[in-house]
């Protein structure tokens, strides 16, 4: 993943793939949400800037619409999560069905893990990587401490406090105080209201 917490119009401050994905449409709590992944070009264009496929890997009008249903099964069972609930069962089976489907291979090249995807439908392949990342931060992550350990370390899931977002995020910060999906975007737009509005009062 690359440093930056922007690239390309792109969201990508967000320590779990898999709510990185989620970011993909912004501002879900503002008057209008924006859509991040428009078309396959843009679906494409993300899963390359999180190093999940090449620029000229193929993506159709059906695997967008199956990436979107994919994304709001993953903000509505974290969702649940943050709130110390239990996901839907529809949303339970459909990450399932879509872990089901992980073909690629974590790859060791040039001191770096990477994952390899198929020749065959890398994109779907590299979907199927975001929903192994879901599952495994959603399910080791439960805030009822119960969960059964995952490859993110201890944390707890919550919703982004910042008034528009509603975007989610792996807290594990001492004392569990983080508040924001991501300091350089949302901390920032809180930082900025909160100057404005202290100004006006002045």
Do not use: Y
């Amino acid at each position: 993943m690359t440093g930056s917490p922007t690239a390309g119009g792109f969201r990508l401050g967000n320590e779990i793939l898999a709510f990185r994905f989620v970011a993909t449409l912004s501002e879900r709590r503002g008057d209008a949400a924006v859509e991040r992944i428009p078309t396959p070009d843009r679906l494409r264009a993300w899963l390359v800037a999180n190093e999940l496929g090449s620029a000229d890997m193929p993506v159709s009008d059906a695997l967008l619409r199956d990436a979107r249903e994919l994304r709001e099964a993953i903000h509505r069972a974290g969702t649940a999560v943050a709130a110390d609930d239990v996901p839907d069962p529809a949303d339970e089976d459909l990450l399932n069905r879509w872990t089901a489907r992980h073909r690629a291979r974590l790859v060791l090249t040039g001191g770096r893990a990477r994952w390899r995807l198929p020749d065959s439908d890398p994109a779907r392949a590299a979907l199927a990587v975001v929903a192994v990342d879901a599952v495994a931060t959603l399910g080791a992550h439960h805030n009822d401490g119960h969960g059964d350990g995952g490859s993110h370390g201890d944390g707890v899931i919550k919703r982004c406090e910042q008034r528009t977002c509603g975007g989610l995020f792996l807290d594990t910060s001492r004392g569990r105080r983080r508040r924001w999906c991501s300091m350089a975007t949302c901390g920032n737009k809180v930082k900025k209201a909160n100057l404005k509005s202290h100004r006006a009062n002045e």
